[in-house]
DNA sequence: CAACAAAAAGCAACACTGTTGCAAAATTGT
DNA sequence: ACAATTTTGCAACAGTGTTGCTTTTTGTTG
């Protein structure tokens, strides 16, 4: 079972072409339980690319579905891999994000949903987008 | 009333130098339902300012408890009044953010409290942001 | 109100993030 | 293997935020 075949498929099913840095970028958000931002990315690949080239990637994969966008305190922008059901163009993206003041990593929590909100009069909210923050579960280990 | 006392009161009480600039951007918060942008402030106020001093400016203001930070989706930070419960050192931001995606602005929404969250085994929340996106109360009228 | 120490503003320079236009290289379908 | 289309890499640029240093302003004290 090669890791390749995973990547490749996941573009095919995408109709996106494979190309080393979509190959090397989306094995990236795979072999990582959090979230990347553009420079985690830019370091891990080592060098190898373009930093335009990543970021036309994230853009396309965004798109595309296979990644969403986690907002964040700080200012910079991170990506996780989606889990299913999003599609081209619109992400059902309703779980809770974890943001770890130790370790500085963000985590998808899937299985805790967002919670319904009951907003003031006037207000109609399309999306709630909900980010704890505190100790993560591997920092919290003694 | 002069709306200059009520700046400079709210300086004095937080022990801070009273300057022109500190007042000046108070004024704009204070006048503003929403929130802002280090960008929106630095057009409002006309060019007057150096851009470093605003950041300095915002930045006290947000050690001090007067104003604190909204996350976003975007890659911006916000800021908005403190409603009361902030002291120096310490915010205790509990309330609903809203931004629109019709005109851009952010609101404070102070009577929506964030609600709690279970989180998984092993995670420990010290705080939990909650932004919600939509269409505003104004932009939502005929 | 003048003089002084302390604080803040302004300026220059820099680092980081993200975008756009264009030419060269790689990928796809035939 | 070839041609058309995509994607990449490069260069240049805009926006955001930071740091060090000098000048100006503020608050205080006599």
Redesign the interface.
């Known amino acids: 079972m090669t890791r390749a075949h995973d990547t490749r498929d996941m573009l095919r099913k995408n109709k996106l072409s494979i190309t080393a840095s979509r190959e090397k970028i989306l094995q990236l958000f795979m072999e990582q339980p959090g979230a990347l931002a553009h420079g985690d990315i830019e370091k891990k690949a080592g060098e190898k690319f373009d930093r335009v080239t990543i970021y036309r990637t994230l853009q396309t994969f965004v798109e595309k579905g296979i990644i969403h966008?986690i907002?964040?305190?700080d200012?910079?922008?991170r990506y996780a891999l989606c889990k299913g059901e999003c599609e081209e163009g619109h992400h059902h993206d309703h779980h809770?994000h974890?943001v770890c003041?130790r370790c500085n990593n963000t985590y998808c929590?899937d299985?805790?949903v967002t919670?319904a909100?009951?907003?003031?009069?006037?207000?109609?909210?399309?999306?709630?987008?909900?980010?704890?923050?505190?100790?993560?579960?591997?920092c919290?280990?003694p």
Chains 1, 2 share one sequence.
């Open positions: 966008t907002p964040s305190a200012n910079s922008v809770v974890f003041t929590l299985d805790v919670p909100i009951k907003l003031p009069g006037g207000y109609a909210a399309s999306q709630i987008e909900v980010v704890a923050e505190g100790i993560c579960k591997l919290n280990k």
